[in-house]
């Protein structure tokens, strides 16, 4: 049987919350089972980053605090899909 291909969803997020878990939820409601959610941080000032650290839907997450543009971080994020 052929396998599926992968489908990898690019998220950036600075102070987040609540948004990023909507977010989170969407993706993981989707039916597609080959997937992979990789979200790129960048510093924030409130719990986005505790709550990127303890979600099982997500497949890697980046710390991207060095990045001048929004294009550099996605470009980060799309370096690490698979």
Known sequence: MKKKP????????????????????SFNLQKYSNKEL?????NSEDN???L????????????DNN???LYG????GIEKTS
């Open 67 to 69: 990045s001048k543009s």
């Open 73 to 76: 971080s996605l470009n980060k």
């Open 48 to 50: 986005t980053y505790k």
């Open 6 to 25: 992968k489908i990898s969803i690019v998220t950036l997020v600075k102070n987040g919350m609540p948004f990023i878990e909507d977010s989170i939820n």
């Open 52 to 63: 990127l650290k303890t979600n099982k839907y997500i497949e890697k997450v980046i710390i």
């Open 38 to 42: 990789i979200v790129v941080y960048s």
